[in-house]
């Protein structure tokens, strides 16, 4: 396909064609499974490595489990407004997946959300399905801002508050598994 173009890596886009996307086969094959199991994946890398591009390729995979996506670029440092941005997607998710007799998400905090989440899991459970949903966290660095910049302590305290949920939601009733892509490895700490 290298003929189509006069530089095949100038890509600015994530890449969808599986014929562009090699060299990470294995990744593919194992981290569906991995997260229908629960476990948590973090992908770090410098930019324009292909994160993007490899989450984008495992989504197509992960077709059976309601998968959120979040690009944490698009979101200020507000928890409640990615509470009701994963709750919302998930509920589209849902019911594209032709789950019936779902509770409408309302917006009404951390513990609104963590009720309806469980509640919209206990549904998926009643269909039949088995197994955690997956949120994806684009971009996740956005989210843990350097200690130096201004107002640094405000913007961390809200992402304690999404992550202290997504944790305890993760743990306890194990329906919840997060991918996390940054380019900082530090992230994982």
């Known amino acids: 396909p290298s003929v189509a173009r006069t530089d095949p890596y100038d890509e600015s886009r994530p890449i969808v064609d599986p014929t562009w996307f090699y060299g990470r086969h ?8 991995i997260l229908r199991q629960g476990q948590h994946v973090g992908l ?28 944490c670029q698009a979101f200020p440092a507000d928890a409640y407004a990615l509470f009701d941005e ?34 919209f899991h206990e549904r998926w459970q ?13 971009e996740a660095d956005k989210l843990f801002p350097d200690r130096r910049a201004a107002n640094s302590d405000h913007v961390l305290a809200e992402w304690v508050r999404l992550f202290r949920a997504l944790r305890g939601m993760a743990q306890e009733k194990k ?10 490895p530090a992230l994982n700490r």
């Open 26 to 33: 294995d990744y593919l094959d194992r981290l569906p499974a």
């Open 44 to 71: 770090f890398g410098l930019r324009k490595m292909g994160k993007t591009s490899l989450i984008t390729q495992i989504r197509q995979r992960l077709q059976s489990t309601p998968t959120v996506w979040i690009d």
């Open 86 to 119: 994963i709750g919302l997607q998930l509920q589209r998710e849902l019911k594209a997946h032709k789950v019936t007799h779902l509770p409408s998400f309302t917006e009404d905090g951390n513990g609104g959300f963590r009720r309806r989440i469980l509640e």
């Open 126 to 138: 009643a269909t039949g399905h088995h197994g955690p949903f997956v949120l994806i966290l684009d």
């Open 175 to 184: 329906c919840l598994a997060v991918v996390a892509t940054a380019y900082r």
